[in-house]
């Protein structure tokens, strides 16, 4: 079966549907915490905008810097969620927690035209390890 890319799914076969979308959002922070290059949060928005557009809610994983499996809050996505927020016009909302009880709360909750980033991927033990 041949896989289908995002610009081949139809508006019918996205609408009201929560896409969980896996972006590299590892940019370049100075000791600050601002964003120095958000060349990678410029780069994904033609396929965000595109399933917006599409009408799907989206819900962003990504991961930030080497925490060693537990939350620092030097790694959070919190300005990486702002200037996405910036960047598509809507206000992106940070699941602050790891917790997949939290996320997937969050993500049923979310707006019709919402768009959720879950908190750093690597503040979970096992996601260096490839831990189910």
Known sequence: MKKKTVGELSP???EGKRAL???DFNVPLDDAGHITDDTRIRAALPTLQL???????L????????????????????PVAHRLGELLDVRVELVPTT???A?????????R?????????RFL????KNDD
């Open 12 to 14: 019918a076969q996205l």
């Open 21 to 23: 979308v896996r972006v």
């Open 51 to 57: 399933l917006r557009e599409r009408g799907a809610r």
């Open 59 to 78: 819900v962003l994983m990504s991961h930030l810097g080497r925490p060693k499996g537990k939350p620092e809050e030097k790694y959070s996505l919190a």
């Open 99 to 101: 917790d997949l009880g």
């Open 103 to 111: 996320a997937v709360d969050a993500t049923q909750a979310m707006d």
């Open 113 to 121: 035209d919402g768009v959720i980033m879950l908190e750093n991927t």
């Open 125 to 128: 033990p096992g996601e260096e």
